[in-house]
C-alpha cells in the first residue's frame, strides 16, 4: 500500500450515517419486506451496518473490480494500472478493510460468495483465508463465463470466472441441495424389475482397504471375486449378506460380474449436492447478462464482466431460506435485488436485500436503482414486451458524514443525523406519531409489528411516555444521552413495554471499534 486509502482516513475525521432520499423509496405492497438501496463508498456504508446490521446478514455476494490494469479498480480516486508497484497490494488493502467489516455483520451460520479471475484469485485466496479462516473454506467455484472462444487470444482463450466461497463458521454452515433434474433421474433404471422401483449400480469396494473387510465373494454362478488391490468392501461380511438377502446386490445381467450396490431412486435425497463447475448452460454467461440489463434498460452499457441473473439465483437458492437477508455491497447493475426479488416470487419468500454502490459514472442512480424500480413495478423491454412488477419495497439511502471529534455538540449532531440508521437497524419505516409540537424532541417510527421511539431531549421522556400510553405493541427506544446513560428509572412503570438504549454512544461504541 503506498499511501493510506483517502475513504477511510476520512473517518477519523468525520463519521458516516445514512440519510433516506425520500422521493425514490418504492412501496407496493406494505406485507413484504422493505430493500434498502445505499448510494455511496462501500467503505462508509459497511461502517454503518456494522452498527446497523451486526451478525445479522445471512448471505453475502460480491463481484469486485478484478484488478486487470485496464481501468477497471480506482485507489484514492486513480485508475490502478498494470505497472504500477503497488497493484496488488492496493488491491488487497482495499479489499481486506472491507472484508473484515463484512465478516462483523455475517451470522454465525452466514456465508459469502465472491467472484474473481485469474488477476487476483491466488492473492483473494489467501486474503480470505486470513480474514475468515482457513478451515472456513468451503469451495472454489468454477463458471463458465464465455460459450465460445475468442481466436484473437495467443495462448488459450479464458472462458471461466471463480466464486470463492466462505463460511462464517463452517461448522454450523448449511447449504440447500439442488432439485434433481430429469436428466440426473435418467440414470436410474430398472434392469431387473425390482418392485422398489428404479435403482442405479454403485461401487460396492472403497479405498484406501479395511482390513477386516477384504473377503472373498462368489457370485450365483460360481465365480470368486476380490475387491481391487489396495481396496476393500464398504460393506462388512455380516452387512454384505443382509444387502443379498434383500436382492440390493447386482451382478450384472449375466449374474457373473463383480458385485455393486443397488441404489434406488425412491431412497435418494430429493435433492442433488451441487457441483463446483458452473456451465452456462445452467446459469447463463456475460453475453446473457448483457442482454438482460440491454432488455431492462433499453441501452448497453459497458460491463465487462456482468453476472447473469440466473448465476446470482443458483448462488441464493444454495444459500439462502425464505427469510434470509442477502448483501451486495459492490452492487453494480442490481443484479443481486432482482435475483432476491425473482426468488421471493417464486416461492413466496420473504427475503430482503442491501445493495451498496458508489455512483460514479450514475452507477447507482441510473442504472442500478432504475433496473430495480423496474422490476419492482413493471416495464416495457426493449423488444416493447411489457413485463409484470415482481413487487416489493425499497428505501433509497445516501451517505452522509458528521464531525467525528467528540464533543458535546456533535454528540447531539449525530443522534439527529443518525434517526434513518435507527430506523434501519429496527426496520420501521413509517412514521407513526404526527404531531408537529413533538417533532423535534423525540420521533416514533412503525412496521407492522414494531415500533421505534427516539428522543432527542430527555426532558421530553413524560411527554413521549404520554404519546405511546395507548399504542399496543413493543417499543425500541433510543434516548439522548452524552454518557451511556438509558433513564430506566424514567421507564420504570412500562419498563415491560420498552427496550431502552442510550445514542450515540451506541453507534459510537461500533464506530470506535471499526475506526480505532
Same mark, same amino acid.
Given at each position: 500500500?503506498?499511501?493510506?486509502?483517502?475513504?477511510?482516513?476520512?473517518?477519523?475525521?468525520?463519521?458516516?450515517?445514512l440519510?433516506?432520499?425520500? $422521493?425514490?423509496?418504492?412501496?407496493?405492497?406494505?406485507?413484504?419486506?422493505?430493500?434498502?438501496?445505499?448510494?455511496?463508498?462501500?467503505?462508509?456504508?459497511?461502517?454503518?451496518?456494522?452498527?446497523?446490521?451486526?451478525?445479522?446478514?445471512?448471505?453475502?455476494?460480491?463481484?469486485?473490480?478484478?484488478n486487470?490494469?485496464?481501468?477497471?479498480?480506482?485507489?484514492?480516486?486513480?485508475?490502478?494500472?498494470?505497472?504500477?508497484?503497488?497493484?496488488?497490494?492496493k488491491?488487497?488493502?482495499?479489499?481486506?478493510?472491507?472484508?473484515?467489516?463484512?465478516?462483523?455483520?455475517?451470522?454465525n451460520?452466514?456465508?459469502?460468495?465472491?467472484?474473481?479471475?485469474? $488477476?487476483?484469485?491466488?492473492?483473494?485466496?489467501?486474503?480470505?483465508?486470513?480474514?475468515f479462516?482457513?478451515?472456513?473454506?468451503?469451495?472454489?467455484?468454477?463458471?463458465?463465463?464465455?460459450?465460445?472462444?475468442?481466436?484473437?487470444?495467443?495462448?488459450f482463450?479464458?472462458?471461466?470466472?471463480?466464486?470463492?466461497?466462505?463460511?462464517k463458521?463452517?461448522?454450523?454452515?448449511?447449504l440447500?441441495?439442488?432439485?434433481?433434474?430429469?436428466?440426473?433421474?435418467?440414470?436410474? %433404471?430398472?434392469?431387473?424389475?425390482?418392485?422398489?422401483?428404479?435403482?442405479?449400480?454403485?461401487?460396492?469396494?472403497?479405498?484406501?482397504?479395511?482390513?477386516?473387510?477384504i473377503?472373498?465373494?462368489?457370485?450365483?454362478?460360481?465365480?470368486?471375486?476380490?475387491?481391487?488391490?489396495?481396496?476393500?468392501?464398504?460393506?462388512?461380511?455380516?452387512?454384505f449378506?443382509?444387502?443379498?438377502?434383500?436382492?440390493?446386490?447386482?451382478?450384472?445381467? $449375466?449374474?457373473?460380474?463383480?458385485?455393486?450396490?443397488?441404489?434406488?431412486?425412491?431412497?435418494?435425497?430429493?435433492?442433488?449436492?451441487?457441483?463446483?463447475?458452473?456451465?452456462?448452460?445452467?446459469v447463463g454467461?456475460?453475453?446473457? *447478462?448483457?442482454?438482460?440489463?440491454?432488455?431492462?434498460?433499453?441501452?448497453?452499457?459497458?460491463?465487462?464482466?456482468?453476472?447473469?441473473?440466473?448465476?446470482?439465483?443458483?448462488?441464493?437458492?444454495?444459500?439462502?431460506? %425464505?427469510?434470509?437477508?442477502?448483501?451486495?455491497?459492490?452492487?453494480?447493475?442490481?443484479?443481486?435485488?432482482? *435475483?432476491v426479488?425473482?426468488l421471493?416470487?417464486?416461492?413466496?419468500?420473504?427475503?430482503?436485500?442491501? #445493495?451498496?454502490?458508489d455512483?460514479?459514472?450514475?452507477?447507482?442512480?441510473?442504472?442500478?436503482?432504475?433496473?430495480?424500480?423496474?422490476?419492482?413495478?413493471?416495464?416495457?423491454?426493449?423488444?416493447?414486451?411489457?413485463?409484470?412488477?415482481?413487487?416489493?419495497?425499497?428505501?433509497?439511502?445516501?451517505?452522509?458524514?458528521?464531525? *467525528?471529534?467528540?464533543?458535546?455538540? $456533535?454528540?447531539?449532531?449525530?443522534?439527529?443525523?443518525?434517526?434513518?440508521? #435507527?430506523?434501519?437497524?429496527?426496520?420501521?419505516?413509517?412514521?407513526?406519531?404526527?404531531?408537529?409540537?413533538?417533532?423535534?424532541?423525540?420521533?416514533?417510527?412503525?412496521?407492522?409489528?414494531?415500533?421505534?421511539?427516539?428522543?432527542?431531549?430527555?426532558?421530553?421522556i413524560?411527554?413521549?411516555? %404520554?404519546?405511546?400510553?395507548?399504542?399496543?405493541?413493543?417499543?425500541?427506544?433510543?434516548?439522548?444521552? #452524552?454518557?451511556?446513560?438509558?433513564?430506566?428509572?424514567?421507564?420504570?412503570?412500562?419498563?415491560?413495554?420498552?427496550?431502552?438504549?442510550?445514542?450515540?454512544?451506541?453507534?459510537?461504541?461500533?464506530?470506535?471499534?471499526?475506526?480505532?
Amino acid at each position: 500500500e503506498e499511501k493510506p486509502e483517502d475513504v477511510v482516513e476520512l473517518c477519523k475525521e468525520k463519521l458516516p450515517v445514512l440519510k433516506e432520499v425520500k $422521493n425514490k423509496a418504492i412501496i407496493t405492497d406494505k406485507n413484504k419486506p422493505v430493500n434498502l438501496l445505499i448510494e455511496g463508498d462501500n467503505y462508509h456504508a459497511l461502517s454503518v451496518l456494522n452498527y446497523t446490521h451486526e451478525k445479522a446478514i445471512d448471505v453475502i455476494y460480491i463481484d469486485p473490480p478484478y484488478n486487470t490494469g485496464n481501468k477497471d479498480f480506482k485507489y484514492n480516486d486513480k485508475y490502478v494500472d498494470f505497472e504500477d508497484a503497488y497493484r496488488h497490494s492496493k488491491w488487497l488493502s482495499f479489499m481486506e478493510k472491507r472484508l473484515k467489516l463484512a465478516k462483523n455483520i455475517l451470522k454465525n451460520t452466514g456465508v459469502i460468495f465472491i467472484s474473481i479471475d485469474d $488477476n487476483e484469485v491466488a492473492q483473494l485466496k489467501l486474503l480470505c483465508d486470513e480474514v475468515f479462516g482457513e478451515s472456513n473454506f468451503v469451495a472454489n467455484i468454477i463458471w463458465q463465463k464465455a460459450y465460445s472462444p475468442v481466436n484473437l487470444r495467443k495462448l488459450f482463450s479464458a472462458n471461466h470466472d471463480f466464486i470463492l466461497c466462505y463460511a462464517k463458521n463452517i461448522s454450523v454452515l448449511q447449504l440447500n441441495q439442488l432439485p434433481r433434474t430429469e436428466e440426473s433421474e435418467k440414470r436410474y %433404471k430398472n434392469p431387473d424389475n425390482d418392485p422398489r422401483g428404479p435403482w442405479k449400480s454403485t461401487d460396492l469396494s472403497v479405498g484406501p482397504a479395511v482390513k477386516e473387510n477384504i473377503y472373498e465373494i462368489n457370485t450365483p454362478k460360481g465365480r470368486k471375486v476380490l475387491p481391487p488391490k489396495g481396496r476393500s468392501w464398504v460393506l462388512s461380511k455380516k452387512r454384505f449378506q443382509e444387502f443379498l438377502k434383500d436382492k440390493r446386490i447386482w451382478f450384472g445381467m $449375466n449374474n457373473n460380474s463383480v458385485p455393486s450396490i443397488k441404489k434406488f431412486l425412491s431412497e435418494v435425497k430429493s435433492g442433488m449436492t451441487p457441483l463446483t463447475i458452473l456451465p452456462y448452460q445452467e446459469v447463463g454467461h456475460n453475453q446473457d *447478462a448483457k442482454k438482460e440489463i440491454k432488455l431492462i434498460l433499453q441501452e448497453e452499457l459497458p460491463f465487462e464482466t456482468p453476472k447473469p441473473l440466473e448465476l446470482i439465483e443458483r448462488i441464493l437458492k444454495l444459500s439462502s431460506s %425464505k427469510k434470509s437477508i442477502i448483501l451486495d455491497f459492490m452492487a453494480g447493475s442490481g443484479t443481486t435485488g432482482h *435475483a432476491v426479488l425473482k426468488l421471493n416470487k417464486e416461492d413466496n419468500g420473504q427475503r430482503k436485500f442491501i #445493495l451498496c454502490t458508489d455512483n460514479e459514472n450514475s452507477i447507482c442512480s441510473n442504472v442500478c436503482y432504475p433496473r430495480v424500480k423496474k422490476v419492482i413495478e413493471g416495464y416495457k423491454n426493449s423488444d416493447g414486451d411489457k413485463i409484470k412488477g415482481l413487487s416489493g419495497n425499497l428505501e433509497y439511502f445516501k451517505t452522509d458524514f458528521v464531525d *467525528a471529534e467528540p464533543t458535546d455538540k $456533535n454528540k447531539k449532531k449525530l443522534t439527529e443525523e443518525a434517526t434513518d440508521m #435507527l430506523c434501519i437497524k429496527e426496520g420501521t419505516f413509517e412514521s407513526a406519531f404526527a404531531k408537529a409540537t413533538a417533532g423535534k424532541s423525540f420521533k416514533i417510527y412503525r412496521n407492522s409489528n414494531h415500533y421505534t421511539g427516539i428522543i432527542f431531549d430527555q426532558l421530553a421522556i413524560p411527554e413521549f411516555k %404520554k404519546a405511546i400510553k395507548d399504542i399496543k405493541g413493543r417499543f425500541s427506544v433510543y434516548v439522548f444521552s #452524552l454518557s451511556d446513560e438509558i433513564f430506566d428509572e424514567e421507564f420504570a412503570d412500562i419498563k415491560q413495554k420498552v427496550k431502552l438504549s442510550p445514542i450515540p454512544e451506541a453507534i459510537l461504541r461500533v464506530y470506535r471499534r471499526i475506526f480505532k
